[in-house]
């Protein structure tokens, strides 16, 4: 199932890498922007996630959060947080239910073969909890650039 533009966001309720819990629901009033990922410390992952870190600071003064869902544990997430000095949540999914809930998980396509796995996505949330934009197959590289356009950003 996949999410569409005014569908609320499912709740998310998830172990950070710090060690601490993060729930969406304590973000309800701000703009949310929540991108899915494959996996730490690969290098579209590792591309995705510092072009998000190295646009925080204009994200965050246009009144967004960012966050990032994988299904690393937390101690895989924290070894990537410290190694590419990430500076928003990144939340450990390793059942895979938000991922789910959103439509982030399941069959894709990769160099002609079709599998099951983490559809890489990103969802802007509202401030009263309803998706704005849902963008699933996106690429890693120039998809931070292209979302901040999108948004009005550049």
Known sequence: MKLEPGDTAPDITLPAADGTTVSLDAYRGKR?????????????????ACDFRDSLDS???AGFVVLGVS????????????HDTLTFPLLSDPGLEVHKAYGAHGEKTMYGKTTIGVIRST???DADGKIEKALY????????ARLRRELGLD
């Open 32 to 48: 949310v922007i929540i991108y899915f990922y494959p996996a730490a410390m690969t290098p579209g992952c590792t591309k995705q």
């Open 59 to 61: 994200l965050t003064s």
């Open 123 to 125: 969802f802007v949330i």
């Open 137 to 144: 197959n996106v690429k890693a590289t120039g998809h931070v």
């Open 71 to 82: 299904k690393d544990t937390p101690a895989k997430l924290a070894k990537f947080v410290e």
